[in-house]
Structure formats: structure tokens, C-alpha cells
């Protein structure tokens, strides 16, 4: 099928802010003809290579680039306009994932044709060695690692301190549930709410909950299950401090970093079930990936906490954060940061399993997807923008991460224009969107504004001349 101008102009129109600006570009004499002389050699049969591709170039006042760099996007030549498109989409899309805009893109490529295998990277290999942790704890024991529920063993001892003192008030023979409670209401003491902490550890610990005149007969047992109950919460931790320190030790070779804000049974329990998913999977397991499960980890105080969870958002490949019902300033910084290192960020929002939840979680993935001020950042070191990727289940966050452990992650291009109704100005911008999980997350952005182009890329990359 022969090649024509309009065929042209349609498969390279998105390089440009507008079909005008095109066909302006397209007005120069040497370039029109250069372009009708090579329209006619494809549809007579023959394919642009190389130095054909460079004349062209020339006559667009672009200037000539190197072999290599035309056989990456055109390897068999141009002999159609569906090659022409898959050659220029390639380019586009290495663009805008590597450089930031198709200028620098196309001014850093043709300095140096080594440029974008040295930005390309892969993690993983199934010749590694395995990694694994020495003191894996049971999944009915991880919460006993959170601030929240690994204090309760405390609490409940306090609770059980209390309500002796209110006992040991009431004289000898006097004993029952009313004077206990006219005892500790006397010394001001709430003794519902602190029944309801000693029967909050009992459950826990699957022991038969006690009512007040229970606890008089049965107050040596209760003290002996607390005392259990702490001796566990002690193990586990000891055992979450030397799961910390091999990651520690691993730091350097960090693939993923999990980050989530823990408080209770069900949050440890939903992520262990969440990481076991994602990192089980055969595809992903195969990879051998190092990565940071914060639910086998403990630190004893925050300071330490906050410096390991640094640590780690630096050396890794890849963040994945994971949105709770309840989140945190920290979580929220480490997905910044992350973003700010020119690093992927995975967010996996759930599916919840009530209607409730499920309406929570719709809310939030939309918030992410569309308006969250942090789902796109710029990279402080290249100044390209990095934006989020948004996964609702495990399966597609396995997706997602092995695609970027293999380098094979697919994405679209399109160029987007937005008119301000009451400026009247109209916009034009490019973006990048991820092309796995069906949620087409902005993970790259191009400005066409030719002014703050000229001045943002002036600032990050002083050393090109950015049109």
C-alpha cells in the first residue's frame, strides 16, 4: 500500500503541538522535497535506511545521527508507514520514560548512541541465590511487631495491676463485684474499661474470657497468662530485630521496598497476605528479589525505624505502596521520596471486602489516579517527572513488578490538549501511561509549553540547548 503525505503527517503529527505547527515545518522547500523524493522511492518499492533517514534529518535542520541509533527504532529500514509509526513510537516512548521531553531525547541520543542502554536496567535473575529470612515468624504472631498490638500484653498487665489494687481495698470477707467496683470508683479508677483490656488480651491469647466475680477465683491464672503472653510478645520481637538486621546486612541489594502503616491483627495480616501473593507468584519468585517485608521486621524505637525505612527506599529498585484505611505522613513521604530518586512506585489500593470498604478504596484509587499531590514528582537529579503506577489487586502488582524487573514495562504515548475556559488559553502536553494493568497510570509528563521547557530544562541539563 503506497505511502502519502497525509499518512506522513497522521504518524508523526504527535511529535508536534498541533497539525499547524506540522504542516509549517513541513513548508521549507528542502524538506518538502526531500520528504516527496522519499515518499516515492518507499512506494516504488524500496526502504529509507540510514543515510536516506540522515538526509532527511539534515534537511529538517536536526542534523544527522549516528547508525546505530536509526537501526534501533528502524532495524529493517522504513518501507511503509507502519514502520515509520512503530520506529517513531519506540522513540517517543524512550523519550519520555528516559529523558523527559523529545528534544533533550533526541539532542542526548545523537551525542551519545551508548546513552540508553546505560539508563535501562533489569533486577533479579533465577541464577541468584535465594534469599531468606532465619526467624520467619507465623502469621498469628506478626502483630505482636506493631506498636499498637505488640503493647497489649502491657496494657493488659496494667489492667490486671488495677484491678488488684481496687481488690486488695475491700476489707477481708467483704469481697464481691459490687464493693470491688464501689473500691475502684473510690480511687478513681474506670474498672469496665479495664476488664475490657484484660478480656481484650484473654482473646487474643484464646483464653475464656472473665466478668469481675470471675476474676477473684481465677486472678492467679490470668496473671500467669499475661505472663505468657509477654514472654511471646518478647520472643517475636527479638526474632522481628534480627529479621531487621539481615536486611540490614542486605541493604546494598535491595530490589522492593513495601511500604505500609501497620496498627492491628488485620492490617499484618492482610499485608503478609498481600506480599505473600505478590512475591510468590512463580513468575516473581523465579527472580529471586530481594525485598523488605515490613511485617517480619521490628525496630525498638522509631528513630531507628524512620533511618532503616530510609535506607531502604534508597538502595531499592522499586517502592510499592500499599493504601490502607488509615495512613500516615511518613508512608506518604517515602512514596515522594521515592518518586524525587526517579525510582517506579507501584501503589496498591485493595478491592476491600465489605461495601463500605470497597466504596473507601474506590475513592482513594481515584485519588491517586487523578488529583493525589504526590503521584507525580520531579526527578531531582534529571528532572524528568515520575509519576505513580496504581494496582487494585496482587496479581497486578506482580504484573507491574516483574515487567520493571525485566525492563519490559509497555506504555502509550498521547499528546492531550486542555483549554481554561475562562482564560481562554489552550494547552498542549504529552504523557506516558502505563499500558499493563488497564488503570493507564501518568507515569511520565512532557510539558508544551516552549517557555517553561526552555527555562525548566535550562535549569536541570545547563549543559544542552533546549528549544
Known sequence: MPITLEDLKNT??????????????????????????????????????????????????????????????????????????????????DALLHFGSFHQAFLRMKADVDVLPRVEQTFGSETRAPFALSNPLKVEQLAYLGYVSGELPVRMAKAHKTILTALGAVPPGEVSGDSIRAAAKAAGFDLEKELATLNEGLEQRSSRQVTLEEFVDSKDDVQRSIDQFVEEVRRCRKAGIKNQEQYINSAAEMDVYVATSMRDDRDYREMNSFIDQVFGRRDIDRLNLRYFDPTQAYCPNKYDKGLVECLMIRCAK???????????????????????????????????????????YD??????????????????????????????????????????AKNQLKVNVTRQEEEDHLSGEKTTYWVLREAVTGNNSVIRVATGWKHLRTAFWSAFRPDLHIP
Not at 499531590?373 to 526527578?379: A, E, H, I, K, M
Open 318 to 360: 522499586v517502592t510499592i505502596y500499599c493504601a490502607q484505611r488509615q495512613d500516615t505522613m511518613g508512608k506518604d513521604s517515602e512514596l515522594a521520596i521515592t518518586l524525587g530518586l526517579g525510582k517506579p512506585v507501584i501503589v496498591y489500593v485493595p478491592r476491600g471486602d465489605t461495601a463500605e470498604d470497597r466504596a473507601t
Open 12 to 93: 508523526i503529527e504527535t511529535l508536534f503541538l498541533s497539525r499547524s505547527q506540522l504542516d509549517a515545518a513541513l513548508e521549507s522547500t528542502a524538506l518538502s522535497d526531500e520528504v516527496e523524493r522519499a515518499m516515492s522511492y518507499i512506494n516504488g518499492g524500496g526502504s529509507l535506511d540510514w543515510e536516506y533517514f540522515n538526509r532527511i534529518l539534515i534537511a529538517a535542520n536536526l542534523g544527522p545521527v549516528a547508525r546505530p541509533l536509526f537501526e534501533r527504532y528502524f532495524p529493517r529500514g522504513i518501507n511503509s508507514a507502519e514502520k515509520l509509526s512503530e520506529g517513531l513510537s519506540g522513540f517517543m516512548k
Open 363 to 404: 475513592r482513594r484509587a481515584r485519588t491517586f489516579a487523578d488529583i493525589h499531590p504526590l503521584s507525580l514528582q520531579v526527578n531531582q537529579t534529571t528532572g524528568n517527572t515520575n509519576g505513580i503506577i496504581l494496582v487494585r489487586d496482587a496479581n497486578q502488582c506482580a504484573d507491574v513488578l516483574y515487567a520493571l
